[in-house]
Nanobody, 122 residues
Framework: VQLQAYGGGLVQAGGSLRLSCAASGRAFSSYTMGWFRQAPGKEREFVATISWGGSTTYYADSVKARFTISRDNAKNTVYLQMNSLKPEDTAVYYC????????????????WGQGTQVTVSS
């Protein structure tokens, strides 16, 4: 499966952005989908993951109650709604697809998108 993330940009602290990740290929609904992010000088970190049907989600503590992951299997797309953004959310955001059920670390994902930059100004 090929993934393409988009929707990043520059936003002021307290603002919102919605990231999208479009998948090509068949069987999108068979994959767990996840979002990760990597800030300059830091390791890539888990943000959120969603199950095949969308009924189960997990979030990093740092984004819980502010970010929402969702998916539309009919459109082969996964979303990340980001509210109440903070400067520390500044990073390149990546979407990823996994065969495993809801992995929360990078090695659990087989396919990665190219990343989209999110910059939050103070």
């Amino acid at each position: 499966v090929q993934l393409q993330a988009y929707g990043g940009g520059l936003v002021q602290a307290g603002g919102s952005l919605r990231l999208s990740c479009a998948a090509s290929g068949r069987a999108f609904s068979s994959y767990t989908m996840g979002w990760f992010r990597q800030a300059p000088g830091k390791e890539r970190e888990f943000v959120a993951t969603i199950s095949w049907g969308g009924s189960t989600t997990y979030y990093a503590d740092s984004v819980k109650a502010r970010f929402t992951i969702s998916r539309d299997n009919a459109k082969n797309t996964v979303y990340l709604q980001m509210n109440s953004l903070k400067p520390e959310d500044t990073a390149v955001y990546y979407c990823a697809a996994a065969y495993l059920m809801l992995p929360r670390s990078s090695p659990g994902y087989e396919y990665w998108g190219q990343g989209t930059q999110v910059t939050v100004s103070s």
